[in-house]
């Protein structure tokens, strides 16, 4: 069984940076597409960045030339670079995985099958 954990949340000011780390650990990364989502409080959960197998990567125009998804296949890990962040971005953010190919256009809506706990993003004005 595939287990996801988030890490690299935290608080900032606006303009401020962060990197959150995702850490796959019962399977390889290479065998899933993956996504970032972010959930406020009171708010609906948002579709972030994906990327495929194949490394086709995807956002949300809310975070496009701010937010750069990656992955380390030798770490087994996902990365979500955070650049000039807003107020706006403040929410709990999750890894998820699925483990079919998706094209990535279809990505962000897809029905990803693991989950991660979550780390908060906190950003200040």
């Known amino acids: 069984q595939v287990q996801l954990v988030e890490s690299g949340g935290g608080s900032v000011q606006a303009g401020g940076s962060l990197r959150l780390s995702c850490t796959v650990s019962g399977d390889t990364i290479t065998r899933y597409c993956m996504g970032w989502f972010r959930q406020a409080p009171g708010k609906e959960r948002e579709d972030v960045s994906s990327i495929t197998i194949d490394g086709i990567t995807d956002y949300a125009d809310s975070v496009k030339g701010r937010l750069t998804i990656s992955q380390d296949n030798a770490k087994n890990t996902l990365y979500l670079q955070m650049n000039s962040l807003k107020p706006e971005d403040t929410a709990m953010y999750y890894c998820?995985?699925?483990?079919?190919?998706?094209?990535?256009?279809?990505?962000?809506?897809?029905?990803?099958?693991?989950w991660g706990q979550g780390t908060q993003v906190t950003v200040s004005s």
């Open positions: 998820a995985a699925v483990d079919v190919y998706v094209e990535w256009w279809l990505l962000r809506s897809a029905d990803f099958g693991y």
